[in-house]
């Protein structure tokens, strides 16, 4: 009987350690990682060739060791399951046409390198940087609307079918001393405006954007004028809803410039249409750039 009883136990602690050492192969014990903070990137440029530094980056793309480890939303806190010295890249992260769920790397702005001592269990803060345009990058076509850097003109006209004019205005600037005013009254309520001369080549298979800083009390369409051997045709691109504050965006053209393969040349143009509803609405933009690598 005891024998017997000796067996049992045995046999229960046998059962038992099993039990324990499967939990540990399939629970095995989680590695503590480090983590890096990330608290906001910035833009630098020189003025005078590259325009505004204004910037909307939203986002921070993380690699390793030329690994990538994700997209975060700026600030960010990082975990990464790594120890000791490492060189950690950071790239700049934009919403593509200003929409949410187009989190994109922008490839236009050069990449961040520092090195980290990084330990399991603290955080490694990384300050507020900043970043600027890559040395080769192609500035199509650059407007401020400032008299100092445009000689006082301004490259966009209405176009003929447009009921109303376009103004600089020195009131509601987002920086410098000038912005554009597009006002749409019920008397005069539609406009549309193009840049002036024959149009500019806009690279196939490469990364165009334009650049904008705007504020707008109405919704207004941006688009460009594909100019092909049998006349111009509108490309409508986005459609920009009203933001009482001043919004920099990126829109994102390489995909309209690659389909449209038959346009040799092209115009970016506006369009404000007073909705029925309204007696008048106003658009204002700044810091117009047109820019491809």
């Known amino acids: 009987m005891i024998q017997l009883k000796s067996i049992l136990l045995n046999l229960l602690f046998i059962g038992i ?17 480090a983590y890096i903070e990330v608290r906001g990137i910035t833009t630098t440029s020189n003025y005078i060739t590259q325009g505004s530094a204004s910037n909307n ?17 700026l600030p960010a806190r990082i975990p990464i399951l790594l120890e000791g010295k490492h ?18 790397f922008y490839n ?11 330990i399991p269990g603290k955080v490694t ?7 600027s345009y890559f040395p080769a990058i192609q500035y199509v076509w650059y407007e401020d609307f400032e008299k100092d850097t445009s000689g006082g003109g301004i490259s966009l006209d209405t176009t003929d079918i447009s009921l109303a004019e376009i103004f600089p205005d020195s009131v509601e600037v987002f920086e410098g001393k000038r912005s554009l005013r597009m006002q749409v009254t019920t ?39 594909g100019v092909t051997n049998n006349g111009e045709k509108r490309i409508p ?5 009203p933001k009482s504050d001043w919004n920099k965006i990126y829109v994102r053209l390489g995909p309209y410039v690659n ?13 404000v249409a007073l909705p029925s509803t309204e007696t008048e609405g106003t658009v204002y933009l700044d810091n117009l750039k047109l820019i491809s690598n």
């Open 57 to 73: 980056i939203t986002d921070v793309w993380v690699y390793a060791g030329g690994a990538y480890l994700g997209t975060f939303e």
């Open 187 to 225: 008397a005069f309520n539609f406009i549309e405006c193009r840049t002036v001369g024959d149009g500019y080549i806009l690279p196939v298979g490469r990364d165009v954007y334009l650049e904008m800083d705007y504020k707008c009390s109405q919704p207004f369409i941006m688009g460009l004028i």
């Open 108 to 118: 236009l702005y050069k990449f961040h390198d520092v090195e980290l001592d990084l």
């Open 259 to 271: 389909f449209n393969t038959d346009a040799f040349k092209f115009k970016v143009y506006y369009r």
């Open 17 to 33: 350690a099993s039990g324990w050492s499967s939990c540990n192969l399939i629970n095995p014990d989680e590695s503590i990682p």
């Open 125 to 131: 803060v990384v300050d507020t940087f900043s970043v």
């Open 237 to 241: 691109i986005i459609r920009l809803n």
């Open 87 to 104: 060189k950690i890249t950071l790239g700049a992260g934009i919403k593509a046409n200003g929409i949410s769920s187009t989190s994109e």
